[in-house]
């Protein structure tokens, strides 16, 4: 019996006659893996084709090429619509009001001088800042040099000899352990020290 197959128009693909070529035994190669064989060569053909393609070989019926067309701007689309803008954020919370501390002279005597240091959560004294008197003193002679003085005046337990800083007197050390929000520590200095000259 002569087969009455026929071929696809485009890539001559095997096809078989349903009504006269049942009876004929099946080909597999012919009838289906040479027909595989030739559409994956034909894919190939095409990716390698599109792979290659540039924006200058593509050209519209007007004669422009695609790269043509996409200098001129024709080929953008419409500016987009502009985003809402975002809602508002939270208000922080208000910080507490500030508070500046105060000194104040509480005793001016001849053997004592005491401050008191009040802020935001009360108020407190310090320790005696005047030292010792030394008049009536029984030692022998006497002199106008201090540092050849003896039993010299002491500020917690540290004697008031050479150049001393408050630091150094422990005073500027106890305030800022007692006052919570922090005194400013040279605003402190000016104070105790112009307290300490006015003692004397």
Do not use: C
């Not at 289906?32 to 599109?50: F, G, P, R, T, Y």
């Not at 000899?161 to 400013?184: F, H, P, R």
């Amino acid at each position: 019996m002569i087969l009455r197959a026929s071929q696809t128009d485009k890539l001559k693909l095997f096809k078989w006659d349903v009504e006269t070529d049942e009876e004929e035994n099946f080909d597999i190669d012919k009838a289906i893996n040479d027909n595989w064989d030739k559409l994956d060569s034909h894919a190939q053909e095409i990716e390698s084709k599109i792979s290659n393609i540039k924006a200058e070989d593509i050209a519209f019926t007007d004669g422009e090429t695609f790269q043509d067309k996409y200098n001129s701007g024709e080929l953008k689309g419409e500016q987009g619509i502009p985003g809402t803008n975002g809602t508002d954020g939270i208000n922080g919370v208000n910080g507490e009001d500030g508070f500046s501390p105060t000194i104040t002279e509480k005793t001016n005597t001849d053997t004592e001088y005491i401050l008191t240091v009040t802020n935001k959560d009360g108020s407190y004294d310090t320790p005696n800042l005047k030292g010792q008197d030394g008049a009536g003193g029984s030692g022998e002679g006497g002199t106008t040099n201090y540092t050849q003085l003896t039993n010299k005046p002491k500020i917690n337990n540290i004697e008031l000899s050479g150049n001393k800083t408050l630091s150094d007197l422990g005073i500027t050390t106890y305030i800022e352990e007692q006052l919570v929000n922090k005194v400013d520590k040279a605003y402190v200095d000016n104070l105790v020290t112009g307290a300490l000259e006015a003692s004397y």
